[in-house]
């Protein structure tokens, strides 16, 4: 069974952006009856979440969805990994030179050798460190939030709102969202725990 989410980052929000920018997105989510003001235990893996709204049914795409749902909104304002969830990362590119790393071996298990560089700049962003490494390929230093994981496996950002088990959410309902983020590039992730 298990808890799905999608995740909707900005990752160019900064630090100090990050509050007014989730602030504005929650009034009008409140506003439109996405989801309630008031926040309960709703979510997993945080203490309180906004419960989906009266009018949540009208962004999401229930058709292959089973029975009834209820699920939260967690925002998140910080520096933060978000992630896939199951699983681990298979692969990372270079955004200099697009070479990609395989993190996986032969028999699909984590190659720790390859992964270890990669585990510092991931553990080192959560504990707010920047651990900027060469890229193995052209030796150009990458910036943590500068590598691209294979199925945005890892997002570094400041701002995040995360879904939990809500259908998946509609494009033009993601856009309406992202619209609301200062025209900032966002990730969009989806996962399993």
Not at 54 to 61: H, K, L, N, S, T
Not at 73 to 96: K, M, W, Y
Not at 154 to 164: K, N, P, Q
Request: charge should be negative; include cysteine.
């Amino acid at each position: 069974m298990g808890d799905w989410f999608q995740t909707i980052v900005d990752v160019e929000a900064s630090p100090e952006e990050a509050g007014a920018l989730a602030e504005g997105v929650r009034s009008w989510l409140v506003s439109s009856g996405v989801v309630s003001a008031e926040r309960t235990h709703c979510i997993l893996g945080a203490e309180l979440g906004h419960p989906s709204g009266p009018r949540a049914g009208e962004v999401v795409d229930a058709s292959g969805w089973s029975g009834p749902w209820q699920g939260g909104l967690e925002i998140n304002v910080g520096r933060t990994v978000f992630d896939g969830g199951q699983g681990d990362p298979t692969a990372v590119s270079c955004p200099h030179c697009s070479a990609t790393v395989e993190l996986m071996d032969d028999d699909f298990q984590l190659d720790r050798q390859a992964w270890e560089p990669f585990r510092d700049v991931v553990h080192g962003w959560d504990e707010g460190r920047d651990v900027v490494i060469p890229c193995p390929s052209c030796g150009r230093p990458v910036e943590p939030a500068g590598w691209r994981w294979d199925d945005d496996y890892f997002v570094f950002g400041h701002l995040g709102f995360r879904f939990w088990n809500w259908p998946p959410l509609r494009t033009g309902f993601v856009a309406g969202l992202t619209a609301r983020l200062a025209g900032h590039r966002v990730v969009f992730l989806d996962g399993k725990l």
